[in-house]
């Protein structure tokens, strides 16, 4: 089984390949980050992500997509998986899946919604909830590559306890500025009420960038179009947000 993506008069078939999950670390108490071993892995951008197919010993098979964690690294290849009330395929992953057990993996997919090392221009992160996966992706890159370019992670989560990648958040580094804004319960020192990501949360962050700075939204689709609408509020080019959306 393959996806054909078409690019004007090339069709470029994405085959299947085997993943053997070598690693799974907790991220909070129903994400994980997992860790998988795929030979012949093509390399990828930050931003991408990737189908995972499952097969049961009777045929039935699942595919889900999620979002890659990390930049390319070899074979190895790094995905968050949300563990979802009532998910075949989230639990499984998340909770069951032994290590050195194989699935089929299937990717890179996506061109869009991408950074890439050789980007100048001052960039505008803002997730919410497990869509911080593929912005910490971005982050790590950037680090990696040595980018002078100044990065502002917007970070949305219900509690402090949800805070996924925190070692990667909250990594001493003047090129990256993170902000974690708490919608229901905030910890005791936080100058913010509990809310939704407002006009005041990314009235600061955006006049830092230029006018054609990249801003990558990844999340649940109402938090996407809703923090997508304020940005243009504030003067932000339509034509420069990308965004991501899931649920």
Same mark, same amino acid.
């Not at 690693?23 to 108490?29: D, G, I, L």
């Not at 045929?59 to 009330?85: F, I, K, M, T």
């Given at each position: 089984?393959?996806?054909?993506?078409?690019?004007?008069? +090339?069709?470029?078939?994405?085959?299947?390949?085997?993943?053997?999950?070598?690693?799974?670390?907790?991220?909070?108490?129903?994400?994980?980050?997992?860790?998988?071993?795929?030979?012949?892995?093509?390399?990828?951008?930050?931003?991408?992500?990737?189908?995972?197919?499952?097969?049961?010993?009777?045929?039935?098979? &699942?595919?889900?997509? /999620?979002?890659?964690? &990390?930049?390319?690294? *070899?074979?190895?290849?790094?995905? %968050?998986?949300?563990?979802?009330?009532?998910?075949?395929?989230?639990?499984?992953? &998340?909770?069951?899946?032994? +290590?050195?057990?194989?699935?089929?993996?299937?990717?890179?997919?996506?061109?869009? @919604?991408?950074?890439?090392?050789?980007?100048?221009?001052?960039?505008?992160?803002?997730?919410? *909830?497990? %869509?911080?996966?593929?912005?910490? &992706?971005?982050?790590?890159?950037?680090?990696?590559?040595?980018?002078?370019?100044? @990065?502002?992670?917007? /970070?949305?989560?219900? %509690?402090?306890?949800?805070?996924?990648?925190?070692?990667?958040? @909250?990594?001493?580094?003047?090129?990256?500025?993170?902000?974690?804004? /708490?919608?229901?319960?905030?910890?005791?020192?936080?100058?913010?009420?509990?809310?939704?990501?407002?006009?005041?949360?990314?009235?600061?962050?955006?006049?830092?960038?230029?006018?054609?700075?990249?801003?990558?939204?990844?999340?649940?689709?109402?938090?996407?179009?809703?923090?997508?609408?304020?940005?243009?509020?504030?003067?932000?080019?339509?034509?420069?947000?990308?965004?991501?959306? @899931?649920?």
């Amino acid at each position: 089984m393959a996806r054909a993506a078409h690019l004007g008069r +090339l069709t470029v078939r994405i085959a299947w390949r085997a993943a053997r999950l070598a690693e799974r670390h907790v991220q909070s108490r129903s994400a994980r980050s997992l860790v998988f071993a795929v030979p012949g892995w093509p390399g990828h951008l930050p931003g991408q992500h990737v189908d995972v197919r499952l097969t049961a010993d009777d045929g039935y098979q &699942a595919v889900r997509s /999620y979002s890659l964690a &990390a930049p390319a690294d *070899g074979d190895r290849v790094e995905l %968050g998986v949300q563990a979802v009330p009532g998910g075949e395929v989230s639990q499984y992953l &998340a909770h069951r899946l032994p +290590l050195d057990a194989d699935v089929e993996m299937r990717g890179p997919l996506g061109n869009w @919604f991408v950074w890439r090392g050789e980007d100048s221009e001052p960039v505008l992160l803002v997730a919410g *909830g497990s %869509g911080v996966v593929p912005l910490v &992706a971005m982050v790590r890159a950037h680090r990696r590559s040595g980018s002078r370019s100044p @990065f502002h992670l917007l /970070y949305s989560v219900r %509690g402090p306890e949800e805070v996924w990648y925190r070692d990667d958040l @909250f990594h001493e580094d003047p090129l990256v500025d993170v902000r974690i804004v /708490y919608t229901r319960r905030s910890p005791l020192d936080s100058s913010r009420e509990p809310g939704r990501v407002s006009a005041d949360d990314l009235h600061e962050p955006s006049a830092r960038l230029e006018p054609g700075s990249p801003v990558y939204i990844c999340g649940p689709t109402g938090f996407v179009e809703s923090v997508a609408d304020l940005l243009v509020a504030l003067g932000r080019d339509p034509a420069a947000i990308r965004t991501e959306r @899931f649920g």
